[in-house]
C-alpha cells in the first residue's frame, strides 16, 4: 500500500525586472501536517540597486508596493540566494507533489529549479481565481505573516489558505488529476531517456 503523498502549495509574490527577479514574500503550506509558514525575503543589494537607479524597473516595483504587498526592499529575515536553497533543499526535493497558481509562477519554479516533474500548476486543475476564492471563502484570514493584516488579499499567507479551504472542498477529483497528470509526465520522461 502507497503511503499518501507528500503536498505542499508555495505562493509568492515578484516583481519580474528585465531579467531580474525579486520576491519578497512567499508562503509554503504543508496539507500532510496542515502547517504554513511565510517568509519575507530581502531583496539583494543588487536588486535594490537595479531598482534605485532604473526608472523603469523602479517605476514598476513602486506599482508593484503601492497596490500589492506593500513590502519594503530591505524587509525581510532571509536574504534571496539562502531562500533558493532553502526552498530547494526542503521543499522541492522532499513533496511529491509541489502547487503553485498561474503560469508565471509554475515556468519561474521550473526554470529556477531545472524543470522538475512535481510542480504542478492549479490553474490546470479548474482552480478558482484569487478574486473568486476571496468571494466563496470570505471568512477565511490568514495567521501566519507578521507583516501584513489578517486580511490583506495579497498577502501570500492568505493565499493559500484559500487554496488550501478550495482543496479540502475539492480533494478527491484534484488528486485523481495531479497523480493522473504525475504519472502521464514520469511516462515521458521515461520515453524520453536514450537506450542503454
Given amino acids: 500500500m502507497n503511503p499518501d503523498p507528500s503536498v505542499c502549495l508555495i505562493d509568492f509574490n515578484y516583481v519580474q525586472l528585465k531579467d531580474k527577479i ?4 512567499c508562503s509554503i ?3 500532510g501536517r496542515k502547517v504554513g509558514q511565510t517568509f519575507h525575503i530581502t531583496a539583494s543589494k543588487n536588486i535594490q540597486y537595479v531598482i534605485q537607479h532604473n526608472k523603469e524597473s523602479q ?3 513602486t506599482w508593484t508596493q503601492k497596490f500589492f504587498q506593500n513590502i519594503p526592499l530591505d524587509y525581510g529575515t532571509v536574504r534571496f540566494t539562502g531562500f533558493i536553497r532553502y526552498l530547494e533543499k526542503n521543499v522541492i526535493d522532499t513533496y511529491d507533489y509541489v502547487l503553485v497558481k498561474g503560469n508565471a509562477k509554475q515556468d519561474m519554479l521550473n526554470e ?3 524543470k522538475r516533474i512535481n510542480i504542478f500548476n492549479l490553474d490546470h486543475f479548474s482552480c478558482p481565481s484569487f478574486a ?3 468571494y466563496l471563502y470570505n471568512n477565511v484570514n490568514q495567521n501566519n505573516c507578521i507583516f501584513h493584516n489578517s486580511d490583506c488579499k495579497y498577502c501570500t499567507a492568505l493565499k493559500v489558505n484559500l487554496i488550501n479551504h478550495w482543496m479540502v472542498d ?3 477529483a484534484t488528486f485523481y488529476h495531479l497523480r493522473y497528470k504525475k504519472d502521464s509526465e ?3 520522461c521515461e520515453l524520453e531517456l536514450p537506450y542503454l
Fill in 112 to 114: 529556477t529549479f531545472q
Fill in 29 to 31: 503550506y504543508d496539507f
Fill in 170 to 172: 475539492n480533494f478527491q
Fill in 59 to 61: 517605476k514598476q516595483f
Fill in 186 to 188: 514520469i511516462a515521458a
Fill in 22 to 25: 525579486c520576491i519578497n514574500e
Fill in 132 to 134: 473568486k476564492l476571496r
